[in-house]
């Protein structure tokens, strides 16, 4: 089979692009420690108070360090909207809505996910440094939208 020179030459750069392009998302997910918003397990929402961990919403703590943040969105707030951690802790959150579609973002942080009814949403953070980091709802969700953010406090 005979292939032009400029075919050929194409053929192997569209084959290096699509190589880079996929270490390009191979060494995102797994080099810069950006996650991958992922559905962790199913709740009924309707279930929420029965249903652990959203039973008790709030920090626990798992063992040196490590922490436990669950939380639960709904129109138009954050349940618990404070959540206080010492200088150092990794917090590794449960997220799921009571209502509509929700997002959480912490700011300062590469923290972001939607936050989804039915579904648990899951992101995990090392808060190195004490101060007050913002939390907000990006996903649009009615009239109160813009009044749907909390605080983590790491002292
Ligand atoms: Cu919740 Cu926007």
Redesign the pocket.
Known sequence: MYIELYEKRWMVLTGVALAVMFLAIVGSVFGAGIQVPGVYGQVNPARLPNTPPFDQPGVRQLGPGRYEATVI?H??AYSPNEIRVPAGATVTFNLTSRDVI??FRIEGTNVNTMVIPGQIARVTHTFKKPGTYLFL?H???GVG?QN?FGRVIVE
């Open positions: 969105a129109i138009w929700h997002g709802c996903e649009y969700c939208h749907m």
